[in-house]
């Protein structure tokens, strides 16, 4: 495999022992980091996600988003059409909170970008 | 017509500009103005919805638009001058005069300068550029294009989608298509490696089991009001096309990666010395191009693989920029050329003067493992288990290793070891 933790992106070996998930050996990472996410990929491996939010009377139609932390791995399809059934008020700010346990991960959905409220050039005063 | 005076006028508010224009602050600049052509600052990072920026810069791992916050915060709270939906049209620089002159929301302004920092960015290669003929059906986009419907305005380019460039930006569309729920059906890739980071081939394609064709061509685009199918076919290592294995693939979009242009046709007009490898101006090492006072950073003045090198290069053409304000002339640096010897495709900076510690930024022409990176006139060896075309080389030379330069040039080659 190869790491994703940084751009040198190693190549990555590990070697698995008799029992399922048991890690004998970890060959190929510049750095620890780059273990870490050897062995966890082998095990159980997550990733962040990345997606987009509807935003209701924003400047812009959607909100750019990311998971606090990283999920599991087969779950990222599901976990996108759950973020695109929400919508949310503008003004939203990087950083809020859009979803708070998002299926049951324990993994926040927070935005990442400033979405300011529409400014209608039609309004008559 | 309307005219604003600086001290240094910075030219495009993504990650360079935003770095220079900060830097020129913090380092005592009296009045800095920051023009930018769209309507919101940060350049292309808006909608570079994923994580990876600033983990050398800011020691954090930020989204593209989070990256972006940061940086224009930092403009405001130092008092740098925020000029949006202004579009640049002339730089003139003659008689000592640094001119540029804008079409701004309140009608052509001439922006008066003592240094001018040309951080305007890259454009996309349209399909046009890399020879694909036929009609012109809709669902065909530049990466960037499908990235900005996804990613600021919430919308779907297509369903069945074919990539075309195996490039960075091509790997990250790829994956966020597929994310959204459509069928990407393969990346077709010319060379017979990946254009873009081995990390992202894994964690856009192998992770999502996207196909990855190397060593094919997209020759055809069929179907005449939507997509309907591509023609692909196989080509040798030295890109010749092999007779009888074209084959379509049905889908209908089309995403073109196929690589990144400096934007500097200004620079060009006015002048300014061009380097035909990088497709961007030849600097110095102040980063300044051969208009004095006049300075190119980011992915304008190199296509950078990291935000990092954008941003820090901003600072440098900043810092550079200020010390050639306050000494109003350079005592005279013998320009010396940086010449491109073994497997090397590009290099910047082009001159050094072999007085400054100085960071180079280049690439290779061929992958290659387990080479040296030289510059045999000062001795140096690095070492280096593998280069590739899509892996930009960064390296720092201090003044100490400079002082051993006796000769009127320096040259960077990768030759093997052994």
């Known amino acids: 495999m190869i790491c994703i933790v940084c751009p040198l992106g190693c190549e990555l070996e590990v070697e698995t022992g008799r029992e399922p998930k048991q890690i004998v050996r970890i060959k190929g990472s510049r750095c620890f980091k780059g273990k870490e996410y050897a062995a966890r990929e082998v095990t159980d491996p997550r990733r962040v996600l990345m997606a987009v939010a509807k935003v209701r009377d924003g400047h812009l139609p959607v909100v750019s988003v990311k998971t606090d932390r990283p999920i599991p791995k087969q779950m990222l399809r599901e976990a996108v059409k759950?973020?695109?059934?929400?919508?949310?008020?503008?003004?939203?700010?990087?950083?809020?909170?859009?979803?708070?346990n998002l299926l049951g991960t324990g993994a926040r959905v927070v935005a990442t970008n400033n979405v300011g409220k529409a400014i209608s050039i039609l309004t008559v005063k | 017509m309307k005219k604003v005076l600086s001290d240094v006028l910075v030219l495009g508010s993504g990650a360079a500009g935003l770095a220079a224009a900060s830097k020129a602050r913090e380092l005592g600049a009296l009045k800095v103005v920051l023009l930018d052509e769209k309507e919101?600052?940060?350049?292309?990072?808006?909608?570079?919805?994923?994580?990876?920026?600033?983990?050398?810069?800011?020691?954090?791992?930020?989204?593209?638009?989070?990256?972006?916050?940061?940086?224009?915060?930092?403009?405001?709270?130092l008092g740098v001058k925020v000029v949006n939906s202004s579009y640049a049209m002339d730089l003139l620089a003659c008689k000592g005069k640094r001119v540029v002159r804008a079409v701004t929301p309140e009608g052509i302004t001439e922006f008066r300068s003592r240094a001018v920092i040309f951080a305007t960015g890259a454009r996309e290669r349209n399909s046009f550029e890399i020879g694909i003929a036929g009609h012109r059906p809709a669902g065909?986009?530049?990466?960037?294009?499908?990235?900005?419907?996804?990613?600021?305005?919430?919308?779907?380019?297509?369903?069945?989608v074919v990539v075309i460039g195996s490039g960075d930006v091509g790997l990250i569309m790829a994956r966020r298509l597929a994310l959204q729920g459509a069928n990407v059906k393969a990346v077709v890739e010319m060379?017979?490696?990946?254009?873009?980071?081995?990390r992202n081939v894994q964690q856009c394609l192998f992770d999502f089991g996207i196909p990855l064709y190397l060593s094919h061509k997209a020759t055809k685009i069929l179907?005449?009001?939507?997509?309907?199918?591509?023609?692909?076919?196989?080509?040798?290592?030295?890109?010749?096309?092999?007779?009888?294995?074209?084959?379509?693939?049905?889908?209908?979009?089309?995403?073109?990666?196929?690589?990144?242009?400096?934007?500097v046709e200004l620079l060009e007009r006015a002048g300014a010395c061009m380097d035909p490898a990088t497709r961007s101006v030849a600097v110095n090492e102040l980063l300044e191009t051969s208009v004095p006072r006049v300075f190119a950073a980011g992915n304008a003045l190199i296509i950078n693989d990291l935000v990092d090198y954008a941003a820090i290069q901003g600072e440098t053409a900043a810092k550079n920029a200020i010390n050639l304000i306050r000494n109003r002339r350079f005592p005279s640096d013998r320009w010396k050329p940086v010449v491109k010897g073994r497997n090397i495709r590009l290099i910047v900076p082009q001159y050094i003067s072999g007085r400054r510690e100085v960071s180079f930024y280049g690439r290779v022409m061929q992958p290659e493992e387990n080479v040296y990176l030289k510059v045999p006139e000062i001795g140096v060896e690095l070492r280096q288990l593998r280069v590739k075309p899509p892996e930009m080389l960064t390296f720092t030379i201090t003044c100490r290793k400079f002082g051993k330069l006796k000769e009127d040039k320096i040259t960077v080659a990768v030759e093997p070891r052994g």
């Open chain 2, 191 to 198: 060379l017979p490696y990946s254009g873009g980071l081995a």
């Open chain 2, 140 to 160: 065909v986009y530049t990466a960037g294009e499908a990235q900005t419907m996804m990613d600021l305005y919430g919308g779907m380019p297509g369903q069945e």
């Open chain 2, 223 to 263: 179907g005449r009001r939507r997509v309907r199918a591509i023609e692909i076919l196989k080509v040798g290592d030295r890109l010749e096309e092999k007779l009888g294995t074209a084959f379509e693939m049905r889908c209908d979009t089309v995403i073109v990666s196929a690589g990144l242009v400096p934007r």
């Open chain 1, 82 to 100: 759950a973020i695109s059934k929400i919508e949310i008020d503008a003004p939203v700010k990087a950083g809020d909170i859009v979803i708070e």
């Open chain 2, 40 to 77: 919101e600052p940060g350049g292309v990072l808006p909608q570079c919805i994923h994580p990876g920026f600033g983990l050398h810069y800011l020691k954090e791992d930020l989204t593209g638009p989070e990256f972006a916050i940061r940086l224009y915060e930092r403009t405001g709270s």
